[in-house]
């Protein structure tokens, strides 16, 4: 079984910024993941999309453009979102998404979400 679990998120003012990350955890011997991508939900809305990394190719919502940067560590199965210039509008429980190979399958992934709220 594998696991995406985030970490990073917390309070932050306006125009602040904080790092989210994502690694894989349970059995992760010899699995790939690709792509990997970032998603959030704000209260009483859908899940919408962030961010991903396909093959080293980004691609970004138009609201985070030029403030949000993904990236990742092959090495170690991890993804990261940087996220500067915060806004108001950026508060939302952020998931981490992975389309994951282990055991000869490729499944999909999410993990539980970390709370990210942007407040003065």
């Known amino acids: 079984q594998v696991q995406l679990v985030e970490s990073g998120g917390g309070l932050v003012q306006p125009g602040g910024s904080l790092r989210l990350s994502c690694t894989a955890s349970?059995?992760?011997?010899?699995?790939?993941?690709?792509?990997m991508a970032w998603y959030r939900q704000a209260p009483g809305k859908q899940r919408e999309f962030v961010a991903s990394?396909?093959?080293?190719?980004?691609n970004y919502a138009d609201s985070v453009k030029g403030r949000f940067t993904i990236s990742r560590d092959n090495a170690k199965e991890l993804v990261y979102l940087q996220m500067n210039s915060l806004e108001p509008e950026d508060t939302a429980v952020y998931f981490c998404?992975?389309?994951?190979?282990?055991?000869?399958?490729?499944?999909?992934?999410w993990g539980q979400g970390t709370q990210v709220t942007v407040s003065s």
């Open positions: 998404f992975g389309h994951v190979f282990s055991r000869g399958t490729w499944d999909n992934y």
């Open positions: 349970g059995s992760i011997l010899s699995i790939r993941i690709n792509p």
């Open positions: 990394i396909d093959n080293g190719s980004t």
